[in-house]
């Protein structure tokens, strides 16, 4: 393992300030520190990083790619401190040098590459797999501009763009010698050479995808793994390709540019498909690249293609890279001659699928003809992919033509892409016990009933290295005094937390800890906001993209009923709370942004009516991300989990704030209901519509959110306080938010579950005015969270789906 001793860390850090700065470390500025400080960790990382990538290519154990859009990491110097096993070394030493690590480590840009809940996972996945000592390689695009940055600016949301790079990024290294070529557009030739059909691509669009590569250190264990991000570039003058006019100066301008555009942004879109033909040129572009560059290497260590699903498994992170399947049959078919049978058997067996959502609006469909157009030979194959299925379908489903064609991977002008990945992969999952079952009984039950061995539940999960270790040192320290430090390596043995659940001195001290996270979170509110908040109060927290499924706006609706009742009676008797949102809306998504205002509108009211004597406080954070979110959710009392039932795949923020000793009110839907089953019902609070009585309205009908809003006067109160100029002298602001509502009778059931929803909140403040009872939920609650690590999570998708590991060569 890693080791080094103080004053040889000190030594080598002041040799790396003056090398790459050319100055001494007094006249350097914090962020000269910082970038000191991460390239030498590089330093460290890379040594164990060469010796990975040797041990797995002398064992030639099976190697996991886990193909991804997004990969939000956010912070690496910490974490990768961290897993090396040397962050309170290094912490001592720059102590010596007079630099506050922990201060230093702010200033690194967070790598926002990802939209939320997905990319997350895909980071959360990859330091598990280093942890685990799999081999497990990321495969993604190096966006130029990563996730906007939200700006709040009169309680509206505004987006700037988010130049990640601009001071540079210490972690990754350029490959340029390790390129790939990908084509779009041009036209394909068919040609018989002995019998056999050859396909050649001409006149297409040559662009250069060009990796970087970022380590990823595994917990004190020597493994680095690799996250490879292709970034676009023209190809060079002096490549030879016949279908570029090398001599116009205008066409080569206009050529650079649309090739750069490919990595230039992330669509910050999440759970809503646009059908932009950039977003289709992104996703061949990365897939075609890692694929090529997977099957070059493996050729080049000696494999055999032949047995290619033994040695490699490539994971699709939802529908985004499921041109992998017509992808590797392309390769196999047209540059190594197999013929389609053995191509459609090594591909399906390498490839394995994870569906992310059952909302309809994010299953992506590509127009045919567009399709057709930018990828003439990978859309042939799909069409030939689509026959051979439907053929099966007709021998198997006589005379039912609507299956069929509801079935069909092509349909009504559209490429269906979760169609595709299912027929196309040995392997479908969904990301917690109910969605998986949702996923068979309802969206994907047709191809259940053809397929049901394909399909299995893997439940998500999170890193506790960098949710509890990294972002919750002193509950750390509390959990190492108490119970030792086994639960590091195997988080399952939180539980022997449980026992000290009754101990009085360990609540008092989970209290103190909770207190302390809080004041430094009421620091951050206040230098970023101006507003004060008593750390006293209950930190009452819903952090996640804004959606209406997510139902903020019912968080909104009973703030806005307490605000009621407290001007009533401003003596009533409550909790304290302090109501903290953050999370972006995707920038077209009019509804979300008017959510925004909403709570903004709300808190401005709220924060500055004197009546209510401070009782209760609202905050909207600005630019909620990974950093942000690791000082949000240690300092937190409870965790807002309220989409309606069905609708939240997972949710993985849950998990992240039970293990921090927060309680949940939540409704029964994604893995609530795991973390239910868990901690037990006395240790979450649990309301509203359960998945039957969800569907069954979507089925049939019945819901009248008129009729519900009418006969509740305090719903009639709150949503005629949206129109009537209460929270905005301009009424027709929330217009639309309200028709959501009522003309529109919500879709979410927020008014159906609103009665049931305030009866939780009275509950939750009833455990909370009992400091000891609710500290004893909490430690129930952190013992019960090690299930929820990411390490479980790969474990299951190493023995069940991939065939890879140790634990998996031991079965
Ligand atoms: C095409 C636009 C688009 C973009 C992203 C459609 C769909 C997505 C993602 C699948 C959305 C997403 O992030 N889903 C979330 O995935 C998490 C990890 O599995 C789950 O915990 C969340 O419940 C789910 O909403």
């Known amino acids: 393992m890693f080791t080094i001793d103080k004053e040889t860390f000190k030594r080598d850090y002041l040799k790396k300030f003056l ?54 990491l956010g912070r690496l110097l910490g974490n990768s401190l961290l897993n090396l096993g040397i962050r309170d070394i290094c912490k001592e030493a720059l102590f010596e040098l007079d630099i506050d690590l922990d201060q230093l480590e702010n200033f690194e840009q967070d790598q926002g590459l990802g939209n939320g809940g997905l990319g997350r996972l895909a980071a959360c996945f990859l330091d598990s797999m280093a942890s685990l000592n799999i081999p497990g390689n990321g495969c993604g695009i190096r966006y130029k501009y990563g996730f906007f940055e939200q700006k709040i600016i009169n309680g509206s949301q505004i987006e700037a763009p988010d130049y990640w790079l601009r001071e540079g990024n210490v972690w990754e290294i350029k490959k340029p010698d390790k390129s790939e070529i990908v084509k779009f557009g041009g036209e394909v030739r068919m040609e018989e050479v002995n019998g056999k059909l050859n396909c050649t691509h001409i006149n297409y669009e040559p662009v250069l995808a060009v990796p970087y590569d970022t380590p990823i250190v595994g ?25 570029f006019s090398r001599g116009d100066f205008l066409k080569a301008i206009e050529y650079k540019n649309s090739v750069e555009a490919i990595s230039h942004v992330l669509y910050p879109d999440d759970t809503f498909y646009e059908g932009k033909i950039l977003r289709l040129k992104q996703q061949y572009f990365f897939v075609s690249a890692g694929i090529q560059s997977i099957i070059r290497n493996f050729k080049d260590n000696g494999g055999d293609l032949s ?27 047209d540059e190594e001659g197999m013929s389609w049978e053995d191509a459609w058997r090594i591909t399906t067996n390498t490839v394995s699928y994870t569906n992310h959502t059952i909302l309809a609006e994010a299953l992506e469909k590509w127009q045919a003809d567009l399709f057709k157009k930018l ?38 002008g559209f490429v269906r892409m979760a169609h595709l990945a ?17 996923l068979k009984k309802q969206e994907m039950k047709d191809f259940y009933y053809l397929y049901p061995r394909k399909f299995n539940n893997k439940t998500n999960g999170i890193t506790h290295r960098r949710w509890l270790i990294k972002s919750n040192p002193e509950l750390t320290k509390l959990l190492n005094e108490t119970i030792g430090t086994s639960w590091i390596k195997h988080p399952t043995d939180l539980e022997n937390f449980t026992k000290f659940a009754d101990n009085t001195e360990v609540r008092e001290e989970l209290a103190r800890i ?64 302090t109501f903290i949102f953050a999370g972006k809306a995707a920038p077209g998504y009019y509804l979300a942004k008017k959510t925004i205002e909403l709570i903004n509108a709300v808190a401005d009211k709220v924060n500055n009516d004197k009546r209510i004597k401070d009782k209760i406080k609202v905050v909207y954070m600005e630019n909620y991300r990974v950093s942000l979110a690791e000082s949000i959710i240690p300092a937190t009392d409870l965790s807002e989990q309220i989409s309606t039932t069905t609708k939240e795949a997972s949710g993985t923020s849950n998990m992240k704030f039970m293990m921090n000793g927060a309680l949940t009110i939540a409704t029964l839907d994604g893995a609530n209901v ?35 809003c009418n006969n509740d006067p305090r719903l009639r109160r709150v949503t005629q306080d949206i ?4 929270y905005s002298p301009d009424k027709e602001r929330f217009k639309t938010f309200y028709e959501h509502l009522l003309t529109y009778n919500d879709e979410f059931f927020v008014l159906k579950d609103f009665d049931s929803y305030l009866n939780a909140q009275a509950k939750a403040d009833e455990l909370y005015r009992d400091i000891h009872k609710w500290q004893r939920m909490a430690a129930i609650n952190i013992a019960h969270s090690g299930i929820f690590s990411s390490d479980r999570t790969i474990q299951e998708y190493a023995t069940g789906i991939w065939g890879s590991g140790y634990l998996y060569k031991n079965l």
């Open 19 to 72: 090398e790459l700065h050319g100055r001494e470390l007094e006249e350097g500025t914090d962020h000269h520190k910082y970038e000191a400080l991460g390239s030498l960790v590089r330093d460290y990382v890379a040594k164990a990083w060469i010796e990975t990538n040797k041990r797995y290519k002398a064992t030639g154990e099976k190697q996991v790619y886990y193909f991804s859009m997004e990969f939000l």
């Open 219 to 243: 917990y004190e264990n020597d493994v680095v793994n690799n996250l490879r991000l292709w970034s676009a570039e023209p190809v060079s003058n002096e490549f030879d390709f016949s279908s």
């Open 307 to 333: 047995n290619l699903d033994e040695k490699i498994a490539i994971h699709i992170n939802d529908t985004h890279p499921t041109l992998a399947i017509p992808e590797i049959m392309r390769i196999l078919m």
């Open 375 to 412: 990828l003439p030979r990978i859309y042939m194959i799909v069409e030939e992919i689509n026959r051979r299925f439907c053929q099966e379908l007709w021998n198997k489903y006589i005379g039912q033509w609507d299956k069929i064609s509801n079935m069909s991977i092509i349909g009504d």
């Open 422 to 438: 299912i027929v196309g992969s040995h392997s479908v999952n969904g990301v917690a016990k109910l969605h998986t079952e949702i």
């Open 514 to 577: 909770k207190n302390n996270n809080k004041k430094k979170l009421a620091k951050i509110i206040k230098d970023a906001q101006g507003i004060a908040v008593d750390p006293n109060s209950m930190f009452d927290v819903q952090v996640k993209r804004i959606h209406a499924y997510k139902r903020q706006s019912l968080n909104c609706l009973r703030i806005m009923d307490l605000y009621n009742k407290l001007v009533e009676n401003p003596n009533l008797d409550i909790v304290p709370r």
């Open 674 to 708: 795991e973390i239910r089953d868990e901690v037990g019902d006395d240790n979450i609070i649990i309301f509203g519509l359960t998945e039957r009585e969800v569907l069954e309205y979507y089925q049939r009908g019945g819901y009248s959110s008129w009729d519900t």
């Open 723 to 726: 129109i009537n100029g209460y």
